[in-house]
Structure formats: C-alpha cells, structure tokens
C-alpha cells in the first residue's frame, strides 16, 4: 500500500435521504476543517420529501472538496463516491474520475434495489465498474454484526452504518477521527449506548479499510497555507444571520425578522431564533404575506425589520413590498434562490430571481438589489444589505442561492473593533429633535432619504398609507403632476445609492479581448476557469457584480473597454439581457438550468469557445 501527497480531494457521500449522507458529509468537513485544510462544500438533497427509498428520486448528497491550498468550489470530479445503494451509484457514476475509488454498499445491491434504480443487471458483476477502483463493503451487516453485544435493536444499528463508511473515507484519506469522536461523545453524552454504537462503527469501517485488499493507495493533503486568524466553519444561511446581526448592533437597533419557513431559506429563522440574548426577535408567520407585514410594521416602529423567502414567497410578498416603497422604510428582503417556476425544484440551486427582483412590483417600484457570492460573503452582504437600507430609507433585496445557502467554508472571524462598526440611522429623537425641524416629508440632501419616525411621537404625528402621497405634505394625493415628482423622487432616491457604494472591480486587466460577468453563488467555478486560462496567457478578465440595482457607476466604462463579453448565469440569461438593455453592450450568454451548479471546466470550454468565435485565440 502506497501514500500519495496531494494538492486537494473531492469526497461525495450519497444514499438514501435516511442514510445521515448529510451528516457524514458535515463531518468529514469538520474533521478536515480542524486539520487545517480549506474546504468547499455542496449538500444536494431530494427535491420530494419522502421519495420511495431505493429510488434516484430519494438520493441525498453531499460532497465536500478539501485542499491544501485556496478552495473555491465543491469541485468538479469526483475521487471518491461513497454509494449505499444502487441508486446513489448510477445518479453519481458519472460525475467520479476514472480511475476514482468507489465504496458500495454490497449489502444494499439487492434484487429488488437494482431494479428500483434501474439497472438491469447487478452492475457490480457486469464489469461496467472497470475502470474504478471498487472498494465493496458489507457496510450495514458488519455494522451490524460490529455492534451486536450493544443494547440496541438492529434498525438502531442499521442506522449507524453511516459512520462505518465515514471510517473508511478517513483511513484512505488520512483523517484523524479525533474531532468526529469528539462530537459524538457531545452529541449522545445523554444515551451512552448510542455513543458507543457510532465510536464503534466509525473505528469498524477504518479498520476494514486498513486490511482491505482493494485499498492500494492512500492520500495525504497537507495543510493549506492561508491567512493567519481565527476561523469557523460557516454555511451561507448562519452567515446571512450573522450579518444581519452584527448590523443590528452597528446601528443599535433590535432586528426583527418576520418570515414563513420554506426551503432554501429556513434557517435562517432557526438560526435567528438562537440569539434572543442579542434583541433578536423572530416571528414564524402563518403565510408569507404576514410575515413581510409584520416586518413592514416592525420598521415603522424603528427597528431593523427583516423578511425572508425563496422565489415563490417573494411572489407572494410583492405587493407588500411596493407598499414598503411607498412608505419609504428600511426593510431587508433576502431571496434564497431556487430552481422554478412555481414549486419547482424546492431543493435545487438556481439564479432565476433577478427578474423577479429588478422588475417583480406593479407600478414604478425600484427597489435596490445585491447579491452575495459565497457562504462566507452572506455575511458581509447581509450586513451591506442593511446598511444601504437604514442610511437610504429603503428596501433592499439581497439575493443569494440555495447553492452558497446550504454549502459551508471556513470563515475567517472580521475584528469588528475596525470592520463593520457603524450604521447611521434617520430615526428621531423626540427628546432632542423638535417636531418643526424634523418633519416626515424633509429629506437628507445627500441621499433624499425621509425622516424616521416612530408612530405615537407627540408632535410629529403624520399620514401614511399604500395611496400615492403629496411630495410636500405626506398626505394621500391624486395629482397627476404630483405623482409624477413622486416616481421620480423613488428613482433618483435609488440611483442615488450610487454614491454610497463601492466602484466594481475586476479581477485580470481593465481591458482586453474577453470579460466575463458574473454575479451570485457562480463566483468561485467563473474565478478558477478565469484564472487557469488566464494562467495559460490568454487575455480574459473577470468581473463579478454584488451591486446590481443600481450597478456601481464605473460599470458601464469596464463593459466598453473588452472587445467581448460573456455572462454564464444559471438561468437564461436575465444579467445578460439587462446588461444589454442598460448599456448596448452586446454581451453573450452561457447559461445552465440543471439544479446544479457550474463546474469549472464546463465554464473553461465556454469561454474558450467564446474567443474563438471572436477570433481571439
């Protein structure tokens, strides 16, 4: 048996939705999280949930990319698939390196399981599987047999196969156990049958894989050599909740999140309801309309006011959301994107929102819109998100995907001592701002954001309400000339924001032969093909967009100074058309609606592609 040293691994767990392939996958990150490698990962789940077991419509997922240097995304190949059953072999098969090892479940390969999972015959025996390194594991009877002088019934020791099978990954790939034990030992320190029967399992499967015969290779990746300071593992959702947070303490409000559950977006409500001991308070709506209005209410009483949805609940929040245009009131929307219309893919990755967030209101109702572009990034957005829409009296839309909401990186902590300090707010103080100096319709100069006045203010009483008001009075106006300066007033109060935000960036020259546009969770697959083509002397440069109404005022400059430009979306093409509509620029799309997002090497033949079309190669 060989150990082999190198730069990164890709890990995919997959089985059953009641297999714990989440769990496992969580796990081995942690474990090399602890041991010093930077990680990505990519939780997959069923979009039914309760799909018949055995089926591929049941198969969970979850892979994670490990590396001892900088990682961006899941990863492309697989090197190692874990499948529990036939299922989870031929929905992953093609997705694993040849060559790649494969651990099977040969316990589950059942008549009746092939069959569900379409095979015909048992593909363990037709010689399909050549060319990878099969590594076949009675994984649930050993499991068994391992915990037979335990306490426990066998569908309790069935359920701990996951471990075993977690056990072989570490051995092959030189993961200490020590951080997984350690958790299980937190996790059941209330049921130490329950303890014991995981430690079991999880030192069984190591075993096995440590005599195995079809183990030739082992894997060693060393630590990643990144910047000095304190990290934790984050996922997309704690780190959306994190910044809205500490932007709740930067402006020394209490946040209030209003919000029905719905998935990709839910835990961010769980995550929320945690901190208490912070002046959170959290509502669970009984629909999302309620919840949006109970946020609206929330920031008409001075608070940082918070809703958040996926697509299909931001269509029902909309008309709330004009309404919290009218108003002039700061509120955060957050959209976790996912696959539609409609239902459609609940648990699948998408970016087919933007429209909906740009455009979705009846009326001239501009709302501005971000978008953050990894898990650690939800944070810096969500507090951004906050920011612009308590300085600028307005709502804001931070989108961010299921992709980036469910996978996890290492965060490194900000020292909020010197980041993220300080949010300036226009609510009044009845104590010191005197009613004929701070009436509701004045505005600030710089931004025309109105004054913040709570409601039941003696003196500064004031009329409010979804009718179009008078620009001058606040009262409920029918003018047609008025409502004209109205509009108006929104839009500019809009591209005002302008001002108050970063100049776009791009990552390579400032002009060239290729830009490629990016926005959302597509950041780290569009920045690696950039860069390894870049690495390959060709004159392409990356642009990835955060602030997308309004967009930064040098965008349309970086746009015009590259003789191409293309804009992979997962979608058909809404950045793409708005570009063009916006600044005549001509821009191509590359676009992808599969639930799954971009791999680096399917976007490196696009834009190699695209310079030969150009005739820039």
Known sequence: MTTETVESIVVRFSGDSGDGMQLTGTQFSNTSAAMGNDISTFPDYPSEIRAPQGTIAGVSGFQVHFGSTEIFTPGDDVDM??????????????????????????????????????????????????EYRILKAPITSQTVATLAELDLDTKFRDKCKNFYALGVTYFLYGRSLDTTIKWIEEKFKNNKVMMEANILALKSGRNFAETSEYVVSTYQVPKADIAKGTYRQVNGNQATAYGLIRASEASGLDLFLGSYPITPATDILH????????????????????????????????????????????????????????????????????????????????????????????????????????????FDMAFEASRIALEHMTPVILLTDGFIANGAEPWKLPDLDKEFTTIKTHLINPEVDLPEN????????????????????????????????????????????????????????????????????????????????????????????????????????????????????????????????IVPELNNGQLKNILNSRFEVRATGFNKMQGQPFKISELENAFLQAMEKGNLL
């Open 81 to 130: 698939l874990v499948a529990m059953n036939p299922a989870a072999l031929k929905a992953n098969l093609e997705s694993v390196k040849r060559g790649g090892y494969v651990l099977v479940n040969i316990d589950a390969f059942t008549k009746a399981n092939i069959t569900k999972a379409g095979y015909t015959d048992n593909p363990l025996e037709t010689g399909e599987l050549n």
């Open 438 to 565: 701070t009436k509701w319709t004045m505005r600030d100069e710089a931004t025309l954001a109105r004054k913040w006045i709570v409601p039941g203010m003696k003196g500064h009483e004031y009329q409010i309400g979804g009718l179009e008001k008078d620009v001058n009075k606040g009262n409920v106006s029918h003018n047609p000339i008025n409502h004209q300066k109205m509009s108006d007033l929104r839009e500019t109060k809009l591209n005002l924001v302008q001002n108050f935000i970063p100049e776009q960036d791009v990552f390579g020259e400032k002009t060239g032969d290729l830009l490629v546009v990016s926005w959302g969770g597509t950041y780290g697959a569009v920045h690696m093909a950039v860069k390894r083509l870049q690495n390959k002397g060709l004159k392409i440069s990356h642009m990835h967009m955060k602030y997308l109404n309004p967009m930064p005022k040098n965008t349309e400059a970086l746009l015009k100074g590259f003789k191409n430009i």
């Open 271 to 378: 995550e929320l309801a945690k901190h208490k001991n912070v002046g959170v308070k959290t509502f669970q709506a009984e629909d999302e309309i309620a919840g949006i209005c109970s946020a609206i209410g929330a920031a008409c009483a001075g608070k940082l006011a918070v809703t958040t949805s996926s697509g299909p609940g931001i269509a029902l929040k909309t008309e709330a959301m004009g309404l919290a245009v009218s108003y002039e009131i700061p509120l955060v929307i957050v959209n976790v994107q996912r696959g539609g219309p409609s239902t459609g893919l609940p648990t699948k990755t998408e970016q087919s929102d933007l429209n909906q967030a740009v455009f979705g209101r009846n009326g001239e109702a501009p709302i501005v819109v971000v978008a953050a572009s990894r898990p650690s990034d939800c």
